[in-house]
């Protein structure tokens, strides 16, 4: 049984800050691993994906994957009010194993 | 990106009865996910559901309860089976969605909010 557990929030940052979200995986055959954010409402979208270890970075977010320690993180450097949502992390087991396991989610709140 | 058409985007329901949602790609895509996400909850699976076979449920998900149909590639319906407050959810849909360069993800429909009553 794959598990994906996210850091408890509520997470409350400045703005202008850097925002860190963790994530753990238990099944080492995961593959890739994604960022959603999802807005009060509205459907979760994807933010960054990650397949390799190390840190992919997109605009103001980087993504660092640690495959060793079954680790995945996202910093949001530059923190604005609109970056205040849900973010998921998930994980799937590649090719023949496609189907997304979600963590439990971080509420992230920017205070202005 | 893929785009997804999810209807209905909300219903009130009396207990005992079923509501089929469903979801229109704009692309063909091999598989379809379909998922749960209670009231403050994170996203559960339900099902994938593939074009010309059965689907598979996740643990804890039954087909007579959750009978999915994929009659093609672009197409799919969740039915919520003899509902109960209990199924009052968000359903989702999602598609996993090649992008460019290799790259990938997993696009969502908008989402049906559902409450029994």
């Known amino acids: 049984q794959k598990e994906v557990e996210q850091n408890s929030g509520p997470l409350s940052v400045p703005e202008g800050a850097i925002a860190s979200l963790n994530c753990t995986y238990s099944?080492?055959?995961?593959?890739?691993f994604f960022w959603y954010r999802q807005y009060s409402g509205k459907s979760p979208e994807l933010i960054m994906f990650i397949y390799s270890n190390g840190d992919k970075e997109d605009g103001r977010f980087t993504a660092q994957l640690n495959k060793a320690s079954q680790y995945v993180s996202l910093l949001i450097r530059d923190s604005q009010p609109s970056d205040s949502a849900t973010y998921l992390c998930?994980?799937?087991?590649?090719?023949?194993?496609?189907?997304?396991?979600f963590g439990t989610g971080t509420r992230l709140t920017i205070i202005p | 990106s893929a785009v997804i058409s999810q209807k209905p985007s909300r219903d009130i329901c009396q207990r005992g009865t079923s509501l089929t949602i469903q979801c229109q790609v704009d692309s063909q895509v091999t598989m379809m996910f379909w998922y749960r996400q209670q009231p403050g909850q994170s996203l559960t699976l339900i099902a994938t559901?593939?074009?010309?076979?059965?689907?598979?449920?996740e643990s804890g998900f039954v087909i007579d309860k959750f009978p999915i149909s994929r009659p093609n590639l672009t197409f799919s319906t969740l039915t919520v089976s003899n509902m109960s407050p209990e199924d009052s959810s968000i359903y989702l849909c999602?598609?996993?969605?090649?992008?460019?360069?290799?790259?990938?993800?997993?696009?969502f429909g908008s989402g049906t909010r559902l409450t029994v009553v």
């Open positions: 559901a593939n074009q010309g076979s059965e689907a598979t449920y």
């Open positions: 999602s598609v996993e969605d090649p992008g460019q360069g290799g790259s990938y993800g997993y696009t």
């Open positions: 998930a994980v799937n087991g590649g090719f023949g194993n496609e189907k997304l396991t």
């Open positions: 099944d080492r055959g995961s593959q890739s």
